[in-house]
């Protein structure tokens, strides 16, 4: 059953909830063609934060000129960080460098980066213990969650991993967050988030969500950066060469982080673009606005055209 009006409190709570979760949201975008981003002004409100994903290949300075124009936009940059893909300290030095002169960055998501190291990093513990983030002007730090575990490293060293970045971020007065990898199911994410708080771990969370694509593009961004379970949600509409061209949105996942996420320090979402930045943008806009309808049955809601 679809409610057209609030019947609670409760609702009425969850629904700004929802749309708080979608207003204060950051996105993020792989634009190829920089002409894309000009459009960007029209579709997210000025001075959101958009994050400028490091593609595999990518050269760095084409990270550093998305960010330029992105600012140019009027949006906050927040490019991704890859140390693994920098050659050496200079190439970092002058990747960072153009981030700030150029783009006035402050804030980045430090990501290890796929595959062997291409220079002298391995990892985003042993970037941050460079002191090259805070010496060139980022001071706000994003670091990456796994609420479906990681493919390649085991839990326990992804726990060692964090514990050793947020002990050298105090050192350096360094602003860290995290966030997390997109999941399917919002139980699983708070499931994760639980045993985080757990730990002692009072990091502020941001939760990453797979933006409204086709089945298809999800299940292959999904096998691609290595979700787990989570992947039977979609599969489950995936019954035909028709459906996997239906569009599937994060309303699910949404909708259970609004009902138990506030306790548990989830400072927004993060939504990753995958069926475009203009869609995602979309979706967001007509959430934060409040255009969309509870659907009890799929626990879920609907956005409304």
Avoid at 269 to 283: E, K, M, Q, T
Avoid at 287 to 300: C, I, K, P, S, W
Wanted: net charge positive.
């Amino acid at each position: 059953m679809i409610l057209t009006r609030d019947t609670t409190s409760a609702q009425r709570d969850l629904r700004a909830a929802i749309a708080t979760l979608a207003r204060t949201a950051s996105v993020e975008t792989s634009a190829r063609n920089l002409a894309e981003i000009d459009t960007y002004a029209a579709l997210v409100p000025a001075g959101t934060d958009v994050y400028v994903a490091a593609l595999p290949g990518m050269p760095y300075h084409h990270v550093a000129s998305t960010a330029r124009r992105l600012r140019q936009v009027g949006m906050n940059p927040v490019p991704h960080v890859t140390p693994r893909q920098l050659a050496s300290r200079a190439a970092a030095e002058d990747f960072l460098g153009r981030l700030r002169d150029d783009a006035g960055v402050t804030r980045a998501l430090l990501i290890a980066g796929d595959g062997e190291p291409v220079g002298p990093y391995a990892s985003s513990a042993q970037f941050l213990e460079t002191g090259l983030l805070e010496a060139h002007g980022i001071r706000s730090v994003g670091v990456g969650g796994y609420p479906e575990a990681h493919p390649r490293i085991p839990g326990a060293a992804l726990a060692v991993a964090l514990d050793r970045k947020i002990e050298e971020a105090a050192q350096r007065g360094i602003e860290l967050f995290v966030v997390t990898q997109f999941c399917f199911e919002g139980e699983v994410v708070l499931d994760w988030l639980a045993r985080l708080r757990a730990r002692g771990v009072t990091l502020p969370v941001r939760v990453g969500v797979a933006g409204p694509a086709s089945i298809r593009a999800l299940l292959n961004f999904g096998k691609r950066c290595g979700i787990g379970n989570s992947l039977r949600a979609v599969r489950s509409h995936a019954l035909s060469l028709p459906h996997l061209l239906v569009e599937h949105g994060p309303d699910k996942v949404v909708r259970r982080i609004g009902e138990g996420g506030a306790t548990l320090g989830v400072a927004g979402l993060h939504c990753f673009s995958f069926g475009g930045f203009a869609r995602s943008a979309r979706w967001l806009a007509a959430v934060a606005a409040g255009r969309f309808q509870m659907d009890e049955a799929a626990a879920g809601f609907h956005v409304e055209d």
